[in-house]
């Protein structure tokens, strides 16, 4: 049994993490040749991750300048991030990741559509995390205060009024 378990081990250890992500920034120039820009793009390969970048810079290009994004990079960086925790927040956020600063980034979390973070040292350890209004929590959401109405009294239809005519509470 012993030999069985050790060789489950080793076998776990060679197999790496079950989903590496990696994160790409590469730059191109956005005009003819006098300014650059930063893209970034995530996959489960470098390559993958690469396509996206060039897909971000290829995005509302014009004919003109849409070659530019087709060259290779000026500048590049790649980075492993690891799987972000498990969580409520993976059915709405897109594009989840774990920096080697451990912060979770996802690129949106409806309803906002700006990149999001949460910074994981700030969690107790097996915090829930949760998409709250677009924000991202190591916790539930918090409940919002209850909705001030009217005061409620007792009603009563009036003929003369043809409407319900409400008096203050007591």
């Not at 500048?75 to 799987?83: G, H, M, P, T, V």
């Amino acid at each position: 049994m012993k030999r069985v378990i050790g060789l489950f081990v080793a076998l776990c250890a060679l197999c790496g993490p079950a989903h590496a992500w990696w994160v790409v920034k590469a730059s191109w120039w956005v005009d003819e040749g006098v300014n650059s820009r930063e893209y970034e793009g995530k996959g489960t390969s470098q390559d993958i991750a690469l396509q996206k970048a060039r897909a971000a810079c290829l995005s509302g290009r014009s004919n003109t300048t849409v070659g530019l994004c087709q060259n290779a990079p000026l500048r590049i960086s790649f980075a492993e991030i690891k799987d972000p925790p498990g969580g409520a927040y993976l059915k709405s956020c897109k594009d989840c990741a774990i920096t080697d600063g451990d912060v979770i980034v996802c690129s949106a979390c409806p309803p906002k559509r700006e990149r999001r973070e949460l910074d994981l040292k700030q969690c107790q350890s097996r915090a829930i995390i949760e998409n709250c209004g677009g924000d991202l929590h190591c916790s539930a959401c918090p409940k919002p205060p209850p909705k001030k109405g009217p005061p409620k009294g007792e009603c009563q239809y009036s003929a003369a009024a043809g409407k319900d005519v409400c008096t203050a509470p007591k």
